[in-house]
């Protein structure tokens, strides 16, 4: 056969190459603190999601290894079937009391969470309410759930009234990030709340970036906006990751007790997967703990977030990189063109010092960025060493 389409990957992975395609490093180890150890070498990391530094906790690890004692390294089937441990349920129970919603449901991923939510939510006839920013899960469950999709301008909450007014669907879902993962800025959510109440829909909140970070003791955004235990709550669903700021793996959605009852029969993603391994959720529990406990994370964390802003602003001026105005532990900075983005990007690999840089399509066009993900486990040393870095490297990539 001539002209086959599977011969044309080499040549379609060249063109990648040409845009520069994304790499994947073997991560080795991590090498204590924020650094990590990658192609032989010891690189201070600003890319990771481990806002609160549990990911390497040795309780949290002690917990791993106990749960694998208990119900073994694999769930051996679906929730529905066998795979639902005690340990699982127990976590459950843990999660819906420290966001303060009645009743939670635990995934595997976050990912085939909202792949799998949102279908069990919309069908074809209801409409669905997008941020024009919102992750790439949301996005993709939004398209299979077979809704009419309107997707309104970032965090524009006329343009979202506006298109729920217009809307005619009996079922109206509005979905949105809590935090926004590539520019750290936050969405209003007694506001969003308060145009769904008038508008008879109901709000998914994906919480990745705020859960275990934001609010009282970490609790998330819902809690940093007063809503923890509230009975207003009853329209919002409330999911977050939890190998994020959580440090371990898995997802988990909370909210009014039926809707959650509805999306363990319906999730396709739930029902027909293997349930997460008990071990998991064992570690999970402890994380949950210290996440509660141990204010001092969020105040270190805040700290170096400040830090970090008040010394790009004074070192950058009059350059035109710009970070956004976000005062989350993601930290974009704003390059511009793709090419001086990774420019930036290889400058300070070459230095041991590691920050993505995120391209369109990713983002917008003209707005290539270094995303600087802060952590607790970074120390005052590391974010100076990163602000100097940085600004001699804007006098001499100009
Ligand atoms: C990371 C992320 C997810 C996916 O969660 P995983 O557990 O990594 O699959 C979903 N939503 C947002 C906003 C995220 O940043």
């Given at each position: 056969m001539t002209n086959s389409w599977l011969d044309e990957f080499p040549a379609r992975i060249e063109e990648l190459d040409q845009a520069h395609l994304r790499r994947r490093r073997a991560v080795v180890a991590p090498d204590g603190g924020a650094r990590l150890r990658v192609d032989g070498r010891s690189m201070l990391a600003f890319c990771s999601n481990d806002y609160l530094g549990l990911s390497q906790h040795p309780e949290m690890v002690q917990a791993a290894c106990d749960g694998a004692q208990t119900f073994g390294v694999g769930s051996g089937g679906s929730p529905l079937v066998s795979g639902h441990s005690a340990a699982n349920e127990a976590l459950e129970h843990e999660l819906a009391a420290f966001v303060g919603l009645p009743r939670a449901l635990y995934f595997y991923a976050g990912f085939s969470t909202n792949v799998g939510i949102i279908p069990a939510l919309v069908g074809a006839g209801d409409a669905i309410f997008s941020d024009a920013l919102n992750h790439a899960c949301l996005i993709d469950g939004a398209r299979l759930s077979r809704a009419q999709i309107h997707r309104y301008a970032h965090i524009d909450l006329d343009s979202l009234d506006h298109e729920l007014k217009h809307s005619s669907a009996r079922r109206k879902l509005v979905i949105s990030d809590a935090v926004f993962s590539m520019d750290g800025t936050c969405a209003d959510i007694p506001a969003l709340l308060a145009l769904c109440e008038r508008h008879d829909a109901l709000l998914l909140l994906d919480d990745a970036h705020g859960f275990?970070?934001?609010?009282?003791?970490?609790?998330g955004s819902l809690a940093d906006a007063g809503l923890y235990d509230d009975q207003g709550t009853r329209r919002v669903l409330y999911m977050a990751t939890l190998g994020k700021a959580a440090g371990v793996a898995g997802a988990f959605v909370a909210g009014d007790a039926a809707l959650v009852e509805w999306l363990l029969q319906k999730t396709r993603s739930y029902t027909f997967a293997t349930a997460a391994p008990a071990l998991l959720a064992s570690a999970l529990s402890i994380s949950l703990r210290v996440i509660a406990k141990e204010d001092w994370r969020r105040s270190h964390l805040n700290l170096l977030i400040a830090r970090l802003r008040s010394g790009l602003a004074a070192g950058l001026q009059g350059s035109d990189w710009q970070l956004t105005e976000s005062h989350t532990a993601i930290q974009p900075l704003l390059i511009g063109a793709n090419d001086k983005a990774l420019a930036v990007m290889q400058a300070l690999r070459e230095q041991g010092i590691w920050v993505p840089a995120i391209r369109p399509p990713t983002v917008q066009e003209g707005t290539a960025r270094l995303r600087i993900a802060l952590s607790a486990a970074h120390g005052e040393a590391d974010v100076d060493l990163l602000i100097e870095t940085l600004i001699t490297l804007s006098r001499s990539l100009r």
């Open positions: 275990g970070v934001r609010g009282p003791q970490g609790r």
